[in-house]
T-cell receptor, first 114, second 111 residues
Framework: NAGVMQNPRHLVRRRGQEARLRCSPM?????VYWYRQLPEEGLKFMVY????????ESGMPKERFSAEFPKEGPSILRIQQVVRGDSAAYFC????????????FGPGTRLTVT | AQSVTQLGSHVSVSEGALVLLRCNYS??????LFWYVQYPNQGLQLLLK??????LVKGINGFEAEFKKSETSFHLTKPSAHMSDAAEYFC?????????FGTGTRLKVLA
């Protein structure tokens, strides 16, 4: 059973461009979580999605950030008009249910904004 | 609200010495607690987890942690450090829908 997959693993964007990060959950998992790790910090929760629904986006910045988890295909975290402060590692996790299920983490996408 | 505090952002030990990484939690309900290891530019690897069964939890790579309710602690230990243990370690507690992570402890192993 393949684990959580994220791509790309590394992404470089210039200021003002858009970044799209993809997450494919483990087989059989319909719950996806996104976390951000700023340099020298721990992971911080951003958003929790089920198929076609955003359940909790309390950790998402109010502007420029959006997330989706369509019926078909991976979950997407989109960052519009990136700024240097968006440079971070973005981790996705998945679980078969919530809230009592363990989350399994992907390898992360490292975003660098130049 | 649940939270974890990791004491010591940097810890250095000699190879072969005891490793002790501290984590204290705050939770109004019985907590589920985790320790993860992260090597440079890599993802998180689960070392061990506490899910209200045995209070002494054994994990991978010789690590273990003891849940102490009276001290609200979940410290990570390893009897003998190896050079390969040099990494960053994160304690986490499961909240509603999310994991809450500590700020991490970077472990340095001295030859």
């Amino acid at each position: 059973n393949a684990g959580v997959m994220q791509n790309p693993r590394h992404l470089v964007r210039r200021r003002g461009q858009e970044a799209r990060l993809r997450c494919s959950p483990m087989k059989g998992h319909s719950h996806v979580y996104w976390y951000r790790q700023l340099p020298e910090e721990g992971l911080k929760f951003m958003v929790y999605l089920q198929k076609e629904n955003i359940i909790d986006e309390s950790g998402m910045p109010k502007e420029r950030f959006s997330a989706e988890f369509p019926k078909e295909g991976p979950s997407i975290l989109r960052i519009q008009q990136v700024v240097r402060g968006d440079s971070a590692a973005y981790f996705c996790a998945s679980s078969p249910g919530s809230p009592d299920y363990e989350q399994y983490f992907g390898p992360g996408t490292r975003l660098t904004v130049t | 609200a649940q939270s974890v505090t990791q004491l010591g952002s940097h810890v250095s030990v000699s190879e072969g010495a005891l490793v002790l990484l501290r984590c204290n939690y705050s939770s109004s309900v019985p907590p589920y607690l985790f320790w993860y290891v992260q090597y440079p530019n890599q993802g998180l690897q689960l070392l061990l987890k506490y899910t209200s069964a045995a209070t002494l939890v054994k994990g991978i790579n010789g690590f273990e942690a003891e849940f102490k309710k009276s001290e609200t602690s979940f410290h990570l230990t390893k009897p003998s450090a190896h050079m390969s243990d040099a990494a960053e370690y994160f304690c986490a507690v499961r909240g509603t829908y999310k994991y809450i992570f500590g700020t991490g402890t970077r472990l340095k192993v001295l030859a």
